[in-house]
């Protein structure tokens, strides 16, 4: 039964499990009389999601406090062992799988190392089937127990009705890739496994937002500074972050070609693979025969050694790269005039602390005054598994939606009228 705004009875039982499950999760463990006030709840309808989500094995006590004269309060915590999720970055250098227990825990990792064959569709594919299968293997959990797998890739990610997540990533040769139903095909994971594919850029954000730089924001964007560089925004209007292809932005005209195919992208000066060819042209020696964070990790001793002097050329290049990275972020000051920048992605770690005063310092000169005044731009807090993390968060975000309750099977035809009009009417 509907009221007049249109929600069920059913919809406000599950909105109730999200909002408990929700608070555990980032403020627990709670008691249940804390639990009141921090989801608005009244005590009996608090009691009564609590009870439900205990018997469905999703809470769990966690102890007890002393309260003001009365009984002990039991505190509650989200059950760690109650769900599992993966998440998969497909990186610049490797391909990385990680499986985490409901609270984020990692249980188990594997790694694929990219090489000549880099985004070859059949291979990552491979690497994605193998490291879930030698994940779930080496941590002992069953298929079935997964909420879903989450993976951040490059490009664009559209969403299709026949084929589900379509990659479009034009800077590594993907052309309209059914990534979801490749892996459907190939993959040992029951069909009742969901696939949440998504820009690596967002899954970042995603991370940053729930548990790193970004909380507590309303409007924050995260960089991923790479091999390329993207963007993922997130305001009011779009909490779970919308990725921007803020790398093909273009910051001079008739300028150095881009990995896109177009001419002067940011990406064409600001991410890594950029930054070491321009060394190279300029007379730089990265190491040969290895990978782009090995390379970047010789420039950057090189541009600033622990003693003798410095590689001018490296050091020029970087500090070209600095005001350039600024410059991009100025645009998008401007257009979003965000509470907070958070710099994030294997290259944006590497180059740390040491690169950001001067980054600063030129998105400040070529922003407007007034938001730029209002930013503050830092690295990220969660590290080279910050894309992983997102990722899997990605299932979790779908599970807490739906009141922590995993999808159930679609029927074959509509669900009888009677059926539906019981299950509205159940009592809370």
């Not at 599950?14 to 804390?34: C, H, I, K, M, W």
């Not at 999601?49 to 039991?74: I, K, M, N, Q, Y």
């Not at 920048?341 to 950001?356: N, T, V």
């Not at 807090?381 to 739906?402: E, K, M, N, Q, S």
């Amino acid at each position: 039964m509907a009221g007049r705004n249109g929600r069920t009875v059913r919809d406000l039982r599950r909105a109730n499990r999200t909002a408990v499950l929700q608070r555990l999760y980032f403020d627990g463990p709670l008691s249940r009389f804390e639990l009141g006030p921090a989801t608005g709840l009244s005590s009996g309808s608090v009691s009564n999601v609590v009870a439900d989500l205990v018997a469905d094995g999703l809470v769990e006590e966690a102890g007890s406090v002393d309260s003001d004269g009365g009984r002990p309060r039991t505190l509650l915590r989200v059950a760690p062992g109650s769900g599992h999720m993966i998440g998969v970055d497909v990186g610049e250098t490797r391909v990385r799988v990680e499986l985490f227990d409901l609270t984020l825990t990692e249980l188990a990792r594997a790694e694929r190392p990219l090489e000549q064959q880099r985004y070859e569709v059949e291979v990552i594919v491979g690497h994605i089937r193998d490291g879930i299968d030698e994940v779930l293997a080496g941590a002992q959990v069953p298929a079935d127990q997964l909420l879903g797998v989450g993976i951040g890739v490059p490009g664009i990610v559209e969403y299709t009705p026949d084929r589900g997540a379509v990659v479009h990533g034009q800077t590594i040769g993907w052309d309209a890739v059914p990534l979801e139903s490749l892996l459907r095909d190939t993959s040992q994971l029951p069909d009742s496994v969901r696939y949440f594919i998504d820009n690596g850029a967002k899954t970042l954000g995603q991370a940053e937002m729930w548990f790193g730089g970004g909380r507590g924001a309303r409007n924050a964007i995260v960089v991923l500074f790479g091999s390329g560089v993207g963007a993922c925004l997130v305001t009011p209007e779009v909490e779970r972050g919308r990725a921007v292809e803020w790398g093909h932005l273009t910051v001079r005209v008739r300028g150095r070609r881009c990995r896109c195919g177009a001419l002067g992208c940011l990406e064409a000066y600001a991410g890594a693979e950029s930054l070491l060819d321009r060394w190279r042209e300029e007379g730089g020696r990265p190491p040969e025969g290895t990978d782009e964070e090995t390379a970047l990790t010789a420039m950057l001793a090189a541009a600033y050694p622990s003693e003798g002097s410095a590689d001018a050329v490296a050091l020029s290049v970087l500090e070209e790269t600095a005001e350039y990275l600024g410059a991009g972020l100025s645009d998008l000051i401007n257009l979003f005039q965000p509470e907070r920048i958070l710099i994030g992605g294997w290259a944006g770690l590497q180059l740390g602390a040491r690169f950001l005063p001067a980054v600063r310092r030129h998105a400040a000169s070529y922003a407007l005054r007034y938001p730029a005044e209002k930013v503050a731009i830092e690295l990220g807090r969660l590290g080279p598994d910050a894309v992983t993390v997102g990722a899997a968060i990605l299932p979790l975000a779908d599970f807490f939606a739906r009141g922590g309750r995993r999808p159930e099977p679609v029927p074959e035809g509509p669900a009888p009228a009677w059926q539906t009009a019981l299950e509205e009417r159940a009592p809370h």
